[in-house]
Protein backbone atom coordinates (compact mmCIF):
# COMPACT_ATOMS: atom_id res chain seq x y z
CA UNK A 1 0.00 0.00 0.00
CA UNK A 2 1.47 3.55 -0.66
CA UNK A 3 0.09 7.02 -1.78
CA UNK A 4 0.18 8.19 -5.09
CA UNK A 5 0.62 11.85 -4.13
CA UNK A 6 3.97 11.15 -2.68
CA UNK A 7 5.15 8.04 -3.87
CA UNK A 8 5.92 7.03 -0.61
CA UNK A 9 5.31 3.16 0.08
CA UNK A 10 3.62 2.55 3.44
CA UNK A 11 6.43 0.02 4.98
CA UNK A 12 9.49 1.77 4.10
CA UNK A 13 7.61 4.98 5.89
CA UNK A 14 6.76 3.19 8.71
CA UNK A 15 10.69 1.60 8.99
CA UNK A 16 11.56 5.40 8.23
CA UNK A 17 9.95 6.85 11.08
CA UNK A 18 12.54 8.73 14.05
CA UNK A 19 12.15 10.10 17.39
CA UNK A 20 11.32 13.38 17.89
CA UNK A 21 8.91 16.11 19.17
CA UNK A 22 6.33 14.73 17.52
CA UNK A 23 7.46 10.53 18.00
CA UNK A 24 4.16 10.22 20.46
CA UNK A 25 2.03 11.03 17.56
CA UNK A 26 3.71 9.09 15.39
CA UNK A 27 4.25 6.13 17.23
CA UNK A 28 1.04 5.88 18.89
CA UNK A 29 -1.41 5.98 15.51
CA UNK A 30 1.32 3.30 13.79
CA UNK A 31 -1.06 0.43 12.39
CA UNK A 32 -0.13 -2.78 10.72
CA UNK A 33 1.09 -1.64 6.71
CA UNK A 34 -2.20 -3.05 5.65
CA UNK A 35 -4.15 -0.06 7.45
CA UNK A 36 -1.67 2.75 7.28
CA UNK A 37 -2.69 5.79 5.75
CA UNK A 38 0.66 7.43 4.14
CA UNK A 39 -1.09 10.94 3.44
CA UNK A 40 -1.79 11.59 6.63
CA UNK A 41 -0.95 15.24 7.32
CA UNK A 42 1.15 14.70 10.63
CA UNK A 43 2.93 11.77 9.53
CA UNK A 44 3.52 13.64 6.66
CA UNK A 45 4.90 16.97 8.39
CA UNK A 46 6.91 15.44 10.61
CA UNK A 47 8.68 14.10 7.52
CA UNK A 48 9.34 16.69 5.47
CA UNK A 49 9.59 19.75 7.60
CA UNK A 50 11.73 17.78 10.49
CA UNK A 51 13.52 15.22 8.28
CA UNK A 52 12.45 12.53 10.11
CA UNK A 53 13.92 9.33 8.77
CA UNK A 54 15.91 7.34 10.50
CA UNK A 55 18.85 6.79 7.91
CA UNK A 56 21.96 5.44 8.69
CA UNK A 57 25.35 7.30 6.73
CA UNK A 58 26.26 3.98 5.36
CA UNK A 59 24.79 2.02 1.93
CA UNK A 60 24.40 -0.67 3.97
CA UNK A 61 20.85 1.34 5.74
CA UNK A 62 18.63 -0.70 3.35
CA UNK A 63 20.13 -3.84 4.52
CA UNK A 64 19.80 -2.75 7.92
CA UNK A 65 15.95 -2.04 8.04
CA UNK A 66 15.26 -5.30 5.51
CA UNK A 67 17.40 -7.30 8.30
CA UNK A 68 14.96 -9.79 10.53
CA UNK A 69 15.48 -8.55 13.99
CA UNK A 70 15.01 -9.90 17.03
CA UNK A 71 14.56 -7.84 20.31
CA UNK A 72 15.52 -8.79 23.66
CA UNK A 73 15.66 -6.21 25.88
CA UNK A 74 12.63 -3.85 26.13
CA UNK A 75 10.46 -3.40 28.89
CA UNK A 76 6.76 -2.99 28.23
CA UNK A 77 6.47 -0.51 30.47
CA UNK A 78 9.21 1.46 28.89
CA UNK A 79 7.23 1.79 25.90
CA UNK A 80 4.82 4.44 27.00
CA UNK A 81 4.86 7.47 25.20
CA UNK A 82 4.01 10.78 27.02
CA UNK A 83 0.65 11.47 25.22
CA UNK A 84 0.03 7.69 25.50
CA UNK A 85 0.40 8.20 29.31
CA UNK A 86 -1.57 11.22 29.15
CA UNK A 87 -4.58 9.37 27.06
CA UNK A 88 -4.67 6.99 29.88
CA UNK A 89 -4.25 9.07 32.84
CA UNK A 90 -7.61 11.31 31.44
CA UNK A 91 -9.45 8.37 30.94
CA UNK A 92 -8.04 6.75 34.24
CA UNK A 93 -8.49 9.74 36.27
CA UNK A 94 -5.58 9.99 37.54
CA UNK A 95 -3.54 12.89 38.53
CA UNK A 96 -0.17 13.69 37.17
CA UNK A 97 2.08 15.79 39.65
CA UNK A 98 1.52 19.43 39.47
CA UNK A 99 4.70 20.22 40.66
CA UNK A 100 6.62 19.05 38.09
CA UNK A 101 6.92 21.34 34.95
CA UNK A 102 7.49 18.08 32.96
CA UNK A 103 3.89 16.89 33.44
CA UNK A 104 2.38 20.25 31.58
CA UNK A 105 2.28 18.45 28.63
CA UNK A 106 3.17 15.64 26.34
CA UNK A 107 6.00 17.54 24.52
CA UNK A 108 7.23 18.94 27.87
CA UNK A 109 7.56 15.45 29.44
CA UNK A 110 9.25 14.29 26.30
CA UNK A 111 11.76 16.95 26.27
CA UNK A 112 12.19 16.07 30.01
CA UNK A 113 13.54 12.36 28.96
CA UNK A 114 16.33 14.13 27.11
CA UNK A 115 18.12 15.11 30.39
CA UNK A 116 18.01 12.23 32.46
CA UNK A 117 21.12 12.55 34.56
CA UNK A 118 21.37 8.85 35.72
CA UNK A 119 19.32 5.54 36.18
CA UNK A 120 17.88 6.70 38.68
CA UNK A 121 16.29 9.60 37.35
CA UNK A 122 14.64 7.85 34.54
CA UNK A 123 13.50 5.34 37.34
CA UNK A 124 11.53 8.19 38.86
CA UNK A 125 9.67 9.49 36.03
CA UNK A 126 9.36 5.64 34.85
CA UNK A 127 7.11 4.62 37.66
CA UNK A 128 5.15 8.01 37.84
CA UNK A 129 4.51 7.02 33.82
CA UNK A 130 3.01 3.15 35.55
CA UNK A 131 0.83 4.76 37.41
CA UNK A 132 -1.95 5.05 34.33
CA UNK A 133 -2.01 1.67 33.78
CA UNK A 134 -4.90 0.29 35.52
CA UNK A 135 -6.93 -1.47 33.30
CA UNK A 136 -6.44 -5.07 31.02
CA UNK A 137 -6.95 -3.53 28.16
CA UNK A 138 -4.54 -0.24 29.34
CA UNK A 139 -1.90 -3.25 29.20
CA UNK A 140 -2.88 -4.36 26.02
CA UNK A 141 -3.12 -1.28 24.42
CA UNK A 142 0.50 -0.37 25.28
CA UNK A 143 2.16 -3.79 24.16
CA UNK A 144 -0.17 -3.64 21.16
CA UNK A 145 1.65 -0.87 20.24
CA UNK A 146 5.05 -1.17 21.13
CA UNK A 147 4.66 -4.51 18.79
CA UNK A 148 3.29 -2.98 15.77
CA UNK A 149 6.39 -0.27 15.78
CA UNK A 150 8.69 -3.08 16.11
CA UNK A 151 7.06 -4.72 13.44
CA UNK A 152 7.28 -1.72 11.21
CA UNK A 153 10.96 -2.00 12.25
CA UNK A 154 11.69 -5.52 11.14
CA UNK A 155 11.66 -6.98 13.83
CA UNK A 156 9.94 -10.99 13.65
CA UNK A 157 10.55 -12.40 17.57
CA UNK A 158 10.49 -9.95 20.62
CA UNK A 159 11.32 -11.43 23.99
CA UNK A 160 10.03 -8.68 26.15
CA UNK A 161 10.34 -7.60 30.11
CA UNK A 162 7.65 -6.25 32.49
CA UNK A 163 7.55 -5.58 36.50
CA UNK A 164 4.44 -6.61 38.22
CA UNK A 165 5.77 -5.74 41.40
CA UNK A 166 5.47 -2.35 40.00
CA UNK A 167 1.44 -2.62 39.31
CA UNK A 168 0.44 -5.25 42.25
CA UNK A 169 2.46 -2.68 44.48
CA UNK A 170 -0.20 -0.15 43.69
CA UNK A 171 -3.00 -2.43 43.74
CA UNK A 172 -3.31 -3.43 40.21
CA UNK A 173 -3.80 -7.42 39.88
CA UNK A 174 -1.21 -9.76 38.81
CA UNK A 175 -3.87 -11.38 36.90
CA UNK A 176 -5.03 -7.75 35.07
CA UNK A 177 -1.76 -7.26 33.83
CA UNK A 178 -0.50 -10.25 32.89
CA UNK A 179 -3.93 -10.94 30.76
CA UNK A 180 -3.74 -7.18 29.03
CA UNK A 181 -0.01 -8.51 28.04
CA UNK A 182 -0.56 -11.81 26.72
CA UNK A 183 -3.55 -10.47 24.80
CA UNK A 184 -1.48 -8.15 23.08
CA UNK A 185 1.56 -10.86 22.90
CA UNK A 186 -1.38 -13.47 20.95
CA UNK A 187 -2.81 -10.71 18.75
CA UNK A 188 0.82 -9.63 17.46
CA UNK A 189 1.87 -13.11 16.39
CA UNK A 190 -1.48 -13.39 14.60
CA UNK A 191 -1.90 -10.45 12.85
CA UNK A 192 1.64 -9.17 12.62
CA UNK A 193 3.51 -12.72 11.60
CA UNK A 194 5.55 -12.18 14.96
CA UNK A 195 6.79 -14.62 17.78
CA UNK A 196 6.84 -13.46 20.95
CA UNK A 197 7.31 -14.03 25.20
CA UNK A 198 6.93 -11.90 28.17
CA UNK A 199 9.92 -12.16 30.62
CA UNK A 200 8.71 -11.57 34.51
CA UNK A 201 11.74 -9.34 35.88
CA UNK A 202 11.85 -8.34 39.66
CA UNK A 203 12.67 -5.17 40.56
CA UNK A 204 15.79 -5.39 42.38
CA UNK A 205 15.07 -2.49 44.87
CA UNK A 206 12.43 -4.35 46.89
CA UNK A 207 12.81 -6.81 49.25
CA UNK A 208 14.07 -10.12 47.61
CA UNK A 209 10.42 -11.86 49.84
CA UNK A 210 8.76 -10.08 47.74
CA UNK A 211 10.36 -11.34 44.16
CA UNK A 212 9.95 -14.12 45.91
CA UNK A 213 6.24 -14.36 46.44
CA UNK A 214 5.60 -12.69 42.82
CA UNK A 215 7.55 -15.96 41.15
CA UNK A 216 5.33 -18.24 43.43
CA UNK A 217 2.06 -16.75 42.61
CA UNK A 218 3.20 -16.60 38.85
CA UNK A 219 4.57 -20.43 39.18
CA UNK A 220 1.41 -21.76 40.62
CA UNK A 221 -1.06 -19.83 38.29
CA UNK A 222 1.23 -21.98 35.81
CA UNK A 223 2.21 -19.43 33.90
CA UNK A 224 6.07 -21.03 33.17
CA UNK A 225 4.48 -23.95 32.15
CA UNK A 226 1.59 -22.63 29.41
CA UNK A 227 3.76 -20.30 27.53
CA UNK A 228 2.55 -17.37 28.72
CA UNK A 229 5.90 -16.59 30.55
CA UNK A 230 9.36 -17.72 28.72
CA UNK A 231 11.43 -16.30 31.54
CA UNK A 232 12.58 -14.87 34.92
CA UNK A 233 15.10 -11.13 34.54
CA UNK A 234 16.35 -8.12 37.67
CA UNK A 235 15.92 -4.98 36.46
CA UNK A 236 15.53 -1.29 38.42
CA UNK A 237 18.71 -0.06 40.07
CA UNK A 238 21.86 -1.82 40.10
CA UNK A 239 24.03 0.37 42.27
CA UNK A 240 22.99 -0.62 45.81
CA UNK A 241 20.98 -3.63 45.19
CA UNK A 242 23.54 -6.38 44.35
CA UNK A 243 22.45 -9.54 42.49
CA UNK A 244 23.15 -11.84 45.39
CA UNK A 245 20.13 -10.94 46.86
CA UNK A 246 17.74 -12.73 44.98
CA UNK A 247 19.96 -16.00 44.68
CA UNK A 248 17.34 -18.09 46.13
CA UNK A 249 14.39 -17.08 44.10
CA UNK A 250 16.65 -17.64 41.15
CA UNK A 251 17.86 -20.65 42.57
CA UNK A 252 13.94 -21.93 42.52
CA UNK A 253 13.50 -20.92 38.98
CA UNK A 254 16.50 -22.98 38.21
CA UNK A 255 14.93 -25.78 40.21
CA UNK A 256 11.98 -25.62 37.64
CA UNK A 257 13.35 -25.01 34.53
CA UNK A 258 13.07 -21.53 34.16
CA UNK A 259 15.20 -19.54 31.53
CA UNK A 260 17.27 -16.96 33.32
CA UNK A 261 18.73 -13.45 32.58
CA UNK A 262 19.82 -10.26 34.56
CA UNK A 263 20.44 -6.85 33.96
CA UNK A 264 24.10 -6.11 35.08
CA UNK A 265 27.44 -3.99 33.81
CA UNK A 266 25.22 -0.85 32.74
CA UNK A 267 25.77 1.38 36.00
CA UNK A 268 27.43 -1.78 37.90
CA UNK A 269 31.39 -2.69 36.93
CA UNK A 270 32.54 -6.16 35.90
CA UNK A 271 31.67 -7.68 39.53
CA UNK A 272 28.33 -6.79 39.20
CA UNK A 273 28.30 -9.10 35.55
CA UNK A 274 30.39 -12.17 37.53
CA UNK A 275 27.70 -11.77 40.84
CA UNK A 276 24.49 -12.38 38.44
CA UNK A 277 26.72 -15.18 36.82
CA UNK A 278 27.54 -16.76 39.98
CA UNK A 279 25.20 -16.26 42.32
CA UNK A 280 21.54 -16.04 39.71
CA UNK A 281 23.14 -19.00 36.94
CA UNK A 282 22.01 -16.07 34.25
CA UNK A 283 21.52 -17.67 31.21
CA UNK A 284 21.79 -14.28 29.51
CA UNK A 285 23.73 -10.80 30.45
CA UNK A 286 21.41 -7.54 29.75
CA UNK A 287 23.31 -4.52 28.97
CA UNK A 288 26.40 -5.88 30.50
CA UNK A 289 29.19 -3.27 28.79
CA UNK A 290 31.27 -2.64 31.66
CA UNK A 291 32.57 -6.38 31.78
CA UNK A 292 34.39 -4.78 28.78
CA UNK A 293 38.30 -4.55 30.13
CA UNK A 294 37.65 -7.85 32.52
CA UNK A 295 39.47 -10.22 29.69
CA UNK A 296 38.77 -13.27 32.26
CA UNK A 297 35.29 -12.14 32.48
CA UNK A 298 34.74 -11.40 28.30
CA UNK A 299 36.85 -14.53 27.40
CA UNK A 300 34.26 -16.49 29.79
CA UNK A 301 31.75 -14.95 28.42
CA UNK A 302 32.17 -15.28 24.97
CA UNK A 303 33.39 -19.48 25.66
CA UNK A 304 30.03 -19.85 27.12
CA UNK A 305 28.16 -18.44 24.57
CA UNK A 306 25.89 -16.20 26.61
CA UNK A 307 23.97 -13.66 24.79
CA UNK A 308 24.65 -10.07 25.51
CA UNK A 309 21.47 -7.69 25.31
CA UNK A 310 23.28 -4.21 24.30
CA UNK A 311 20.82 -1.28 23.98
CA UNK A 312 23.30 1.27 22.37
CA UNK A 313 21.07 5.03 22.92
CA UNK A 314 20.12 3.82 26.36
CA UNK A 315 23.17 4.02 27.46
CA UNK A 316 23.65 7.50 26.00
CA UNK A 317 21.17 8.48 27.59
CA UNK A 318 21.01 7.46 31.02
CA UNK A 319 25.16 8.64 30.68
CA UNK A 320 27.39 5.20 30.86
CA UNK A 321 28.61 6.65 27.78
CA UNK A 322 29.30 9.88 26.21
CA UNK A 323 28.37 8.36 22.90
CA UNK A 324 27.49 4.83 21.08
CA UNK A 325 31.37 5.19 19.52
CA UNK A 326 32.50 4.24 23.44
CA UNK A 327 29.92 1.22 24.10
CA UNK A 328 32.33 -2.23 23.72
CA UNK A 329 30.87 -3.55 20.18
CA UNK A 330 34.59 -3.87 18.45
CA UNK A 331 35.97 -5.55 21.96
CA UNK A 332 32.91 -8.10 21.69
CA UNK A 333 33.54 -8.41 17.91
CA UNK A 334 36.32 -9.10 18.17
CA UNK A 335 36.64 -11.35 21.43
CA UNK A 336 33.69 -13.18 20.26
CA UNK A 337 30.95 -12.07 22.47
CA UNK A 338 27.79 -12.82 21.58
CA UNK A 339 25.34 -10.17 21.72
CA UNK A 340 21.82 -7.88 20.08
CA UNK A 341 20.97 -4.61 19.64
CA UNK A 342 17.80 -3.35 21.71
CA UNK A 343 15.88 -0.58 22.71
CA UNK A 344 15.42 -0.58 25.97
CA UNK A 345 12.79 1.67 27.03
CA UNK A 346 12.49 3.38 23.86
CA UNK A 347 10.10 6.11 24.31
CA UNK A 348 12.12 7.31 26.98
CA UNK A 349 15.67 6.88 25.22
CA UNK A 350 15.16 8.41 21.79
CA UNK A 351 15.09 5.28 19.65
CA UNK A 352 13.67 2.03 18.60
CA UNK A 353 15.83 -0.98 17.43
CA UNK A 354 15.73 0.24 14.13
CA UNK A 355 16.78 3.60 15.52
CA UNK A 356 19.75 1.52 17.95
CA UNK A 357 21.07 -0.41 14.64
CA UNK A 358 21.51 2.87 12.57
CA UNK A 359 23.21 4.57 15.36
CA UNK A 360 25.76 1.39 15.70
CA UNK A 361 26.32 1.60 11.94
CA UNK A 362 27.13 5.27 12.56
CA UNK A 363 29.21 4.99 15.11
CA UNK A 364 30.91 1.33 13.80
CA UNK A 365 30.65 1.54 10.45
CA UNK A 366 29.86 -2.42 10.47
CA UNK A 367 30.36 -4.74 7.51
CA UNK A 368 27.68 -6.60 6.10
CA UNK A 369 28.84 -9.93 7.34
CA UNK A 370 29.97 -8.52 10.78
CA UNK A 371 25.64 -7.51 10.93
CA UNK A 372 24.83 -11.26 9.59
CA UNK A 373 27.25 -12.46 12.47
CA UNK A 374 24.97 -9.99 14.91
CA UNK A 375 21.80 -11.57 13.42
CA UNK A 376 22.25 -15.05 13.54
CA UNK A 377 23.59 -14.99 17.14
CA UNK A 378 20.47 -12.67 17.80
CA UNK A 379 18.10 -15.60 16.37
CA UNK A 380 20.44 -18.67 18.52
CA UNK A 381 20.11 -16.48 21.50
CA UNK A 382 16.76 -16.23 21.45
CA UNK A 383 14.75 -18.40 23.97
CA UNK A 384 11.92 -19.52 21.05
CA UNK A 385 12.21 -23.23 19.59
CA UNK A 386 14.47 -24.69 17.47
CA UNK A 387 11.66 -24.44 14.37
CA UNK A 388 11.45 -21.25 14.56
CA UNK A 389 14.78 -20.28 14.60
CA UNK A 390 15.41 -22.02 11.51
CA UNK A 391 12.01 -20.06 9.95
CA UNK A 392 14.23 -16.70 11.07
CA UNK A 393 17.62 -18.08 9.48
CA UNK A 394 15.86 -18.61 6.73
CA UNK A 395 14.20 -15.10 6.95
CA UNK A 396 17.79 -13.90 7.28
CA UNK A 397 19.61 -16.02 4.44
CA UNK A 398 16.99 -14.12 1.78
CA UNK A 399 17.38 -11.05 3.01
CA UNK A 400 21.36 -11.50 2.31
CA UNK A 401 21.41 -12.54 -1.33
CA UNK A 402 18.39 -9.92 -1.83
CA UNK A 403 21.54 -7.23 -0.54
CA UNK A 404 24.64 -9.29 -1.53
CA UNK A 405 25.34 -5.75 -4.36
CA UNK A 406 25.79 -3.74 -1.48
CA UNK A 407 28.89 -5.54 -0.02
Given at each position: ????S????????????????????????V?????????????????T???????????????????????????????????L????A??????????D?????PS??????T????????????????S??????????????????????????????????????????Y??V????????R??????????????????????????????????????????????????????????????????????????T?????????????E?????????????????G????????????????????S?????????????????????????????D?????G???????????????????????????????S??G???????K??????????????
Open positions: MGNSTGIKTTDFLRGICICQHAEFCIETKPPALFLASHTKYLNCLSLALITMCKSPLHPFLVALPKCEHHMHLEGSLSPSLFTLARNRIALPTSPAFASALLHRYTFASLDDFLHYYFIGMVLLHADDFELLAWQYFQRAHADGVVHAEVFFDPQAHTGRAVADTVDGFTRACRAERELGMTTGLILCFLRHLPASEAERTFELAHGKGHFDDSVLMGLGLDSSEVGFPAGLFEQVYALGAQKGVRRAHAGEEGGPESVRALEKLGIERVDHGIRMADETLVREVAERGLLVTVCPLNVRLRCVEHVGQLPIREFLRKGVRFSVNSDPAYFGYILDNYCAVQDAFGLSMEEWMGIAENSIGGWCDERKREMGMLGKVAERHRHLE
